[in-house]
């Protein structure tokens, strides 16, 4: 599993172009059809997450965001901030950010987002989740944890 992360992670950050075909073919599946007053839950996982916050960055005044929920998310590790940065910001379209990770995530190896470790210090980091022996980088654990759950529930 890490591996296969490892190498998407990998040619989304470095491969020439496809990153930017990536984040546009997101965008159009996803985000085009919204008008602009509509406001938008992004529950993003894994390489999404950087794909998710790429994308409020870069239309954060076209998408309008109640709530961001980022999971086992690598955006906290120096090479992805090298690549999206800098600066790294708290996209000001987004209203709540939550991000979600289990310290034995391999994918989430700085776990906590905030002003030192990622330059927006607004983030409400769910760092001490136990998604169990399995596979730590469940999304359906993830999402399943109470305190996650209660955190997005008056969002949907």
């Given at each position: 599993?890490?591996?296969?992360?490892?190498?998407?992670?990998?040619?989304?950050?470095?491969?020439?172009?496809?990153?930017?075909?990536?984040?546009?073919?997101?965008?159009?599946?996803?985000?085009?059809?919204?008008?602009?007053?509509?406001?938008?839950?992004?529950?993003?996982?894994?390489?999404?997450?950087?794909?998710?916050?790429a994308?409020?960055?870069?239309?954060?005044?076209?998408?309008?965001?109640?709530?961001?929920?980022?999971?086992?998310?690598?955006?906290?590790?120096?090479?992805?901030?090298?690549?999206?940065?800098?600066?790294?910001?708290?996209?000001?379209?987004?209203?709540k950010?939550?991000?979600a990770?289990?310290?034995?995530d391999f994918?989430?190896?700085?776990?906590?987002?905030?002003?030192?470790?990622f330059?927006c210090?607004?983030?409400?980091?769910?760092?001490?989740?136990?998604?169990?022996?399995?596979?730590?980088?469940?999304?359906?654990?993830?999402?399943?944890?109470?305190?996650?759950?209660?955190?997005?529930?008056?969002?949907?």
């Amino acid at each position: 599993m890490a591996k296969i992360f490892l190498r998407q992670a990998a040619a989304y950050l470095h491969k020439p172009g496809l990153k930017e075909k990536i984040d546009n073919l997101v965008k159009a599946q996803i985000l085009d059809g919204l008008s602009n007053d509509e406001e938008v839950i992004i529950i993003s996982h894994s390489l999404g997450t950087i794909v998710a916050y790429a994308l409020m960055l870069r239309l954060r005044h076209k998408v309008n965001v109640k709530v961001l929920v980022t999971a086992g998310s690598p955006l906290g590790v120096e090479i992805v901030k090298r690549r999206l940065g800098p600066p790294l910001i708290c996209p000001t379209n987004v209203k709540k950010w939550i991000n979600a990770s289990d310290p034995e995530d391999f994918v989430a190896l700085e776990s906590k987002l905030n002003g030192q470790t990622f330059g927006c210090d607004q983030v409400i980091n769910i760092d001490q989740i136990d998604n169990g022996n399995e596979d730590a980088h469940d999304i359906r654990q993830y999402l399943a944890h109470g305190i996650v759950a209660k955190e997005i529930a008056p969002y949907l």
